[in-house]
């Protein structure tokens, strides 16, 4: 996805429960997810922080700066840095910094390649999965090996599939995909985890994309109308309750995968 998607994205940005997304998943799996995340983001830190007090975190392809303002304020004494591509997305960010009065939190529009600075954290959160020629991210994987420390970590985390798949918003590639390009570029798998709630996908599939009908625009404004709608959200919120029980008899095919990596 070019940088003019992700800038016409950041200017769709909507209030929910006082807080400001541009997601065009169904907001209450993207929360669920996002949780899911954050724990595993807070162990990876923990770790690092037992030989390193003070850190410098790099989120690469930073959004609207949730995981950086996130950071600053669960390591208030260390460095976070942010990097998109996206000028609206960069407003946004810098808008929600300000709004948070975080001060050590610097956001910038571009590549983090262009800047000569290493890190002990890197974050990539759904960013790869937009690269649509692997060899891209072959690339941004060896430069992101060549900016961090030594034992440095990344936390990434991208739509996965059993088998490689792809729609017009992301490419879904298999875990191993990811994990032989890492260790190709010189990085160490720690740890994976896939997350998957295969009912809901199945309804979201079946049901929620034709809903999404009703609402006018393309498909991203459909989604973003969804977000915003009571009703859509109370009806996604009940159906991935009962999903969650339900799950047990549906095998995953796809969902989301979160890897660490540590620098060899
Ligand atoms: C799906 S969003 C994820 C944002 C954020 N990581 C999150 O999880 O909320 C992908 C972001 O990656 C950015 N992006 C895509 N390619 C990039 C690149 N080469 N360098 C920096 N940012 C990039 C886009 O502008 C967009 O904001």
């Known amino acids: 996805m070019n940088d003019k998607y992700w800038s016409k994205r950041g200017k769709l940005s909507y209030d929910y429960k006082g807080e400001k997304f541009y997601t065009i998943t169904p907001l209450p799996f993207y929360l669920k997810r996002r949780k899911i995340l954050l724990r595993t983001i807070e162990k990876v830190i923990r770790q690092i922080k037992r030989r390193k007090p003070n850190l410098k975190v790099c989120d690469f392809g930073s959004g609207d700066g949730f995981y950086c303002c996130w950071m600053s304020k669960k ?23 300000n709004r948070e009065n975080l ?48 034992e440095g970590m990344v936390v990434l985390f991208e739509a996965t599939s059993k088998k490689a798949d792809s729609s017009k918003k992301l490419l879904r590639r298999t875990e191993a995909f990811y994990t032989n390009i ?59 309750d009962i999903g969650i029980v339900l799950d047990k008899f549906f095998r995953p095919k796809q969902g989301n995968t979160i890897f660490v990596f540590k620098k060899n």
């Open 182 to 240: 890492f260790e190709d570029a010189g990085f160490r798998l720690i740890e994976k985890q896939f997350i998957s709630f295969p009912f809901f996908n199945l309804y979201q599939r079946k049901f929620l994309n034709r809903f999404l009908n009703i609402f006018k625009g393309d498909e991203v404004q459909k989604c973003v109308s969804m977000n915003k709608n009571f009703f859509m959200n109370t009806l996604n919120r009940f159906m991935l």
């Open 75 to 97: 390591l208030p004494e260390s460095e976070i840095t942010g990097f998109d591509i996206s000028p609206s997305m960069t407003k946004e960010a810098i808008e929600r910094v």
């Open 103 to 150: 001060n050590n939190i610097a956001v910038y529009c571009g590549d983090f390649n262009n800047k000569n600075r290493n890190y002990d954290l890197v974050l990539s959160l759904a960013v790869l999965q937009h690269f649509i020629k692997p060899e891209e991210i072959a690339k941004k994987t060896k430069q992101l090996h060549d900016h961090l420390e030594d």
